[in-house]
């Protein structure tokens, strides 16, 4: 089992930036895929960002260019660099862990963004 452990987020106004953590540990395979999902009040839970073992990554096209993954391996970590946020940015902010087909999930960070 993968344990996910979020930290970052905040309140934060439009145009500002912000840098959410995610420290996996427990069972991690050497091969695996990490990312971020967000999810908004009242609508489904949607991919950001994620970024393979390999750090191939992809994005949303509400935030490319806005937003950079990027992972350490020896730290079991990775991060996502939100710039420019825009008020429909607010959202919980979860991290997963994908090896072997399982999923994984962190309990989620609080992103809100004033206009």
């Known amino acids: 089992q993968v344990q996910l452990v979020e930290s970052g987020g905040g309140l934060v106004q439009a145009g500002g930036s912000l840098r959410l953590s995610c420290a996996a540990s427990g069972r991690i395979f050497r091969i695996n895929d990490m990312g971020w999902y967000r999810q908004a009040p009242g609508k489904q839970r949607e991919l950001v960002a994620d970024i393979t073992s390999g750090s191939i990554t992809r994005y949303a096209d509400s935030v490319k260019g806005r937003f950079t993954i990027s992972r350490d391996n020896a730290k079991n970590t990775i991060y996502l660099q939100m710039n420019s946020l825009k008020p429909e940015d607010t959202a919980v902010y979860y991290c997963?862990?994908?090896?072997?087909?399982?999923?994984?999930w962190g309990q989620g960070t609080q992103v809100t963004v004033s206009s």
């Open positions: 997963n862990h994908r090896a072997l087909s399982v999923d994984s």
